[in-house]
């Protein structure tokens, strides 16, 4: 498969999609950006936001766009198809073509995510 070089800009990001996978990933990172996060970066070639460390993902792939949170384990309570698989908080909707994801559910999600990392911290320091 060919590589090919990360978006200069989150904006590039989503101006490079189509179809259902832009419109979701505009849904989700207008929900996210309504949450208040402190910057919004390409970083390991998707959407990052950031709010005192890293908070969400928005990862659009081939037939997924993928919505996490640093501290994903911990937002279970406001949706629980949230998954993550490693010792990590990290957790994730998987979301296709045909997966429902209500904005106010995305923008709840992120919200809670931003006062997380206020409370707790960079999720990514080392302690």
Do not use: C
């Amino acid at each position: 498969m060919k590589r090919t070089p990360p978006a200069a800009s989150p904006d590039a990001y989503v101006a490079a999609l189509a179809g259902w996978r832009r419109e979701r990933v505009e849904m989700l990172r207008a929900a996210a950006l309504a949450a208040g996060p402190d910057s919004e970066v390409i970083k390991w070639g998707h959407i990052v936001m950031m709010a005192n460390g890293p908070l969400l993902l928005i990862r659009a792939e081939e037939h997924r766009v993928l919505y996490g949170f640093w501290r994903g384990k911990r937002l279970l309570h406001l949706d629980p198809r949230l998954t993550g698989t490693s010792k990590y908080e990290m957790a994730s909707l998987d979301l296709r073509e045909d997966t429902l994801l209500d904005p106010e559910v995305a923008a709840a999600l992120a919200r809670e995510a931003v006062a997380l990392n206020r409370q707790l911290g960079n999720p990514a320091a080392r302690s």
